[in-house]
């Protein structure tokens, strides 16, 4: 996820949940975002959580997103990417999208208010043959760093008898109410975890986020995380 310095002037935090799954082969289950200031701009942090609703291995083909106050759109950009890039049937994978906003003509911040992210996305099928193994994650977070940071450490272990070359890391945070409040992700590109090998991978979340989740009485408390890789012969 591309980094920003940024410092929470103001404190948003958008919470919306997707209710029911539908007849859909990937379906949003919830979505947050953070608004934060960056010197004269607003930057809008989006975050959805995706399942795959589908019997079948599904990547992201195309999508947008709009921002909404109420009845106004406020801003609508394409999604870049889905983490992990192939979500196997039953997965759970992560959207995470920055929006900018900024200065009016006089110069002054244009701070949004954002009430709702909708988001509209078609999903592309893929074969098994191309698809990903999973590896096996376990995740704890630590507080109490000296920057107010949080961090969340994954410890990704390869079950497979070959080696899992690039394997994409990539989860999300929840309350103890089960609200996501952030996502994040990486690939490991250059490592490779031999077969039946354990690596560390850790995350470091931005002070301003934690600030703002504690302004608003929001404690993450869950870090849900997915790891996978390809085989050399996809």
């Known amino acids: 996820m591309k980094r920003y310095l940024v410092i929470a002037v103001l404190a948003a935090l958008l919470l919306c949940s997707a209710g ?3 007849d859909a082969e990937g379906v949003i289950v919830q979505s947050s975002c953070n608004i934060l200031q960056s010197g004269e701009y607003y930057l809008v942090y989006t975050f959805a959580q995706v399942h795959n609703n589908s019997d079948s291995i599904i990547c ?10 109420g009845e ?3 801003a609508s950009q394409n999604v870049t990417r889905m983490w992990p890039y192939f979500l196997n049937p039953g997965e759970d994978g ?12 006089d110069g002054t911040p244009v701070v949004p ?6 988001y509209n996305i078609t999903y592309m099928p893929v074969a098994q043959a191309f698809g990903s193994m999973d590896l096996s994650a376990v995740s704890e977070i630590e507080t109490g760093a000296a920057d107010g940071s949080l961090r ?17 890391i990539s989860f999300g945070l929840y309350t103890d109410a089960g609200q996501m409040i952030y996502a994040d992700g990486m690939t490991l590109e250059g490592v490779g975890i031999p077969a039946g090998g354990t690596v560390l991978v850790r995350f470091d979340v931005e002070e ?5 989740w504690t302004s608003y009485g929001v404690t993450p408390t869950q870090a849900h995380v997915n790891a996978s890789f390809r085989t050399e012969t996809d």
């Open 20 to 22: 029911a799954f539908a």
């Open 60 to 69: 992201l083909d195309q999508g947008t997103f709009e921002l909404h106050n």
């Open 72 to 74: 106004q759109m406020l």
């Open 94 to 105: 992560y959207l995470f999208d920055i929006v900018s906003f900024e200065p009016d003509e």
């Open 113 to 118: 208010s954002v009430t709702a992210i909708d």
């Open 152 to 168: 969340v450490v994954c410890e990704i272990t390869n079950p497979s008898d070959e080696a899992a070359y690039e394997p994409n």
């Open 208 to 212: 301003a986020f934690v600030s703002q």
